[in-house]
Protein backbone atom coordinates (compact mmCIF):
# COMPACT_ATOMS: atom_id res chain seq x y z
CA UNK A 1 0.00 0.00 0.00
CA UNK A 2 1.48 3.26 -1.10
CA UNK A 3 1.01 6.76 0.18
CA UNK A 4 -0.65 9.13 -2.30
CA UNK A 5 0.07 12.86 -2.51
CA UNK A 6 -4.05 13.10 -1.37
CA UNK A 7 -3.36 10.92 1.30
CA UNK A 8 -0.49 13.69 2.70
CA UNK A 9 -2.74 16.08 1.89
CA UNK A 10 -5.76 14.63 4.14
CA UNK A 11 -3.53 14.00 7.11
CA UNK A 12 -1.79 17.37 7.35
CA UNK A 13 -5.10 18.88 7.09
CA UNK A 14 -6.42 16.68 10.06
CA UNK A 15 -3.21 18.08 12.05
CA UNK A 16 -3.37 21.56 10.82
CA UNK A 17 0.13 21.72 9.14
CA UNK A 18 0.60 23.90 6.48
CA UNK A 19 2.74 21.53 4.36
CA UNK A 20 4.43 23.51 0.42
CA UNK A 21 4.23 21.78 -2.49
CA UNK A 22 7.93 20.89 -2.57
CA UNK A 23 7.98 19.48 0.85
CA UNK A 24 4.98 17.73 0.12
CA UNK A 25 6.62 15.45 -2.44
CA UNK A 26 9.81 15.29 -0.52
CA UNK A 27 7.18 13.72 2.86
CA UNK A 28 5.28 11.28 0.25
CA UNK A 29 8.44 9.37 -1.19
CA UNK A 30 10.19 9.38 2.49
CA UNK A 31 6.48 7.80 3.96
CA UNK A 32 6.50 5.23 1.19
CA UNK A 33 10.52 4.63 1.59
CA UNK A 34 9.33 3.64 5.33
CA UNK A 35 6.22 1.70 4.17
CA UNK A 36 8.88 -0.22 1.90
CA UNK A 37 11.02 -1.28 4.60
CA UNK A 38 7.87 -2.61 6.56
CA UNK A 39 7.25 -4.63 3.63
CA UNK A 40 10.37 -6.62 3.68
CA UNK A 41 10.60 -6.48 7.62
CA UNK A 42 7.09 -8.71 7.41
CA UNK A 43 8.42 -11.21 5.29
CA UNK A 44 11.12 -11.93 7.77
CA UNK A 45 10.55 -15.48 9.44
CA UNK A 46 10.53 -14.61 13.55
CA UNK A 47 9.31 -18.07 13.60
CA UNK A 48 12.41 -19.23 15.94
CA UNK A 49 13.34 -16.21 17.42
CA UNK A 50 13.31 -15.99 20.89
CA UNK A 51 11.15 -13.56 22.79
CA UNK A 52 12.02 -10.68 24.58
CA UNK A 53 13.92 -11.08 27.83
CA UNK A 54 12.25 -8.88 29.77
CA UNK A 55 8.52 -10.25 29.30
CA UNK A 56 7.34 -11.88 32.44
CA UNK A 57 7.97 -10.44 36.00
CA UNK A 58 11.23 -9.64 35.40
CA UNK A 59 12.08 -5.79 36.08
CA UNK A 60 14.38 -3.87 34.34
CA UNK A 61 17.48 -3.07 35.92
CA UNK A 62 17.99 0.29 37.74
CA UNK A 63 20.70 2.18 38.32
CA UNK A 64 21.87 4.18 41.21
CA UNK A 65 19.80 8.04 41.10
CA UNK A 66 23.17 9.82 40.97
CA UNK A 67 24.31 12.98 40.02
CA UNK A 68 24.84 16.46 40.76
CA UNK A 69 21.95 17.90 43.33
CA UNK A 70 19.50 20.30 41.19
CA UNK A 71 19.21 23.59 43.09
CA UNK A 72 15.92 25.15 42.99
CA UNK A 73 14.95 28.55 42.98
CA UNK A 74 12.07 28.69 44.75
CA UNK A 75 10.75 26.65 47.83
CA UNK A 76 7.82 23.86 47.19
CA UNK A 77 5.69 25.96 48.97
CA UNK A 78 6.39 29.02 47.01
CA UNK A 79 5.75 26.83 43.89
CA UNK A 80 2.28 24.88 45.22
CA UNK A 81 1.37 26.20 48.43
CA UNK A 82 -0.97 23.51 49.04
CA UNK A 83 0.70 20.31 50.14
CA UNK A 84 0.06 17.00 52.38
CA UNK A 85 2.83 14.22 53.23
CA UNK A 86 5.16 15.84 50.73
CA UNK A 87 2.62 15.59 47.77
CA UNK A 88 1.41 18.38 45.73
CA UNK A 89 -2.45 18.79 45.89
CA UNK A 90 -4.31 20.38 43.40
CA UNK A 91 -7.93 20.71 42.25
CA UNK A 92 -10.04 18.37 40.57
CA UNK A 93 -10.35 18.99 36.90
CA UNK A 94 -14.19 19.10 35.66
CA UNK A 95 -13.32 16.40 33.46
CA UNK A 96 -12.81 14.25 35.96
CA UNK A 97 -15.92 14.73 38.00
CA UNK A 98 -17.80 11.72 38.49
CA UNK A 99 -21.30 11.99 37.25
CA UNK A 100 -22.98 10.12 40.32
CA UNK A 101 -21.50 12.94 42.87
CA UNK A 102 -24.04 15.18 40.67
CA UNK A 103 -26.97 14.66 42.51
Do not use: C, K, Y
Not at 11 to 40: C, F, K, P, Y
Not at 86 to 95: D, M, N
Amino acid sequence: MAVTRDDVVHIAGLARLAISGDRMTELVEQLNTILGHMEVLQQVDTRHVDTTAQEGNEALPMRPDAGPRFEMRRTLEEMAPDMRDGFFLVPRLATHEDVSDAS
